[in-house]
């Protein structure tokens, strides 16, 4: 069985950007639920949709990867699962270590998608002596001591940190010491790496940040939605007393004059010429 440390995706060396780096997995998941469902062919614009991007930037993004489709069919679902998963290396085996097995290492230990998507959790590691031995996801728990060697005879090249902040950087340091090469950061800390080490961020707290100031807008908007909704009734509200009061303005002048018995029209009740 290949490991990551034999075999590297190729998508750097084809030059596919970044963005479009960033989509494939968005793409990859949307095609395996077809997948999953047993659809043999979709369209860019289904397929776009299911991906949440413009039919336009797939297109473009799947001609990197030398994939077209055919018109009036589409995209052959299986074959680009294939392609996509290829593409981001995941039709190899890449053994992952997860150090600090707390209640999110934990959960990460337990999530069942790693596997399916070309993933192995070769070690659980951790710096406390009484987790040492205990089992999590079928997976003895290893002290962090043994860091390196684990490392070492798993052939890892990608390292989950999930420990406190304060424990991140040290535990990174000896990660890249070791011979990782990628690492999935879920410490809420910025980590430092040298050139070639690749991090990832995964800040939850972040997220949910961006998601309340996104809350306090829409709240904002609503209010100011209804504060001119307010002021236009208002408006309106004083036009109709400005008219109300000028008819009755004429009205009470109109009278004035009939019961004077001036100015009164061929019936004697309305005005023949009303005030100004």
Request: aromatic share 4%.
């Amino acid at each position: 069985m290949a490991t990551g440390r034999t075999h590297r995706p190729a998508t750097r060396s084809r030059g596919i950007p970044e963005a479009t780096v960033a989509r494939l997995p968005l793409y990859l998941r949307a095609l395996t639920g077809l997948s999953e469902r047993s659809v043999p062919t979709v369209s860019s614009e289904e397929l776009a949709a299911a991906a949440g991007v413009n039919s336009a930037k797939l297109r473009k993004d799947f001609s990197y990867l030398g994939s077209y489709g055919t018109r009036g069919v589409g995209y052959d679902v299986e074959y680009l699962v294939y392609q996509i998963s290829r593409e981001l290396g995941l039709t190899q085996d890449w053994p992952v270590v997860i150090v600090g097995i707390g209640n999110l290492g934990a959960a990460l230990a337990n999530y069942g998608g790693f596997a399916s998507r070309g993933f192995r959790v070769a070690a659980l590691i951790d710096a406390d002596p009484a987790m040492a031995g205990k089992p999590v996801a079928g997976i003895p728990v290893q002290h962090s001591d043994d860091l390196e060697r684990i490392i070492a005879d798993n052939g890892v090249s990608i390292g989950v940190i999930a420990t406190p902040a304060g424990a991140a950087q040290p535990v990174c340091d000896r990660l890249v010491a070791a011979g990782v090469t990628s690492i999935l950061n879920f410490a809420p800390t910025v980590l430092t790496v040298p050139d070639g080490v690749d991090v990832r961020k995964v800040d939850l707290s972040i997220e949910l940040q961006i998601l309340a100031f996104h809350e306090q807008r829409k709240a904002g908007e609503e209010a100011d939605a209804a504060a001119a909704a307010a002021d236009a009734a208002a408006t309106a509200a004083a036009a109709v007393a400005v008219v109300s009061a000028k008819a009755q303005g004429r009205g009470g002048s109109g009278s004035g004059s009939g019961s004077s018995g001036d100015g009164n029209g061929p019936d004697g009740d309305i005005p023949a010429v009303m005030p100004a």
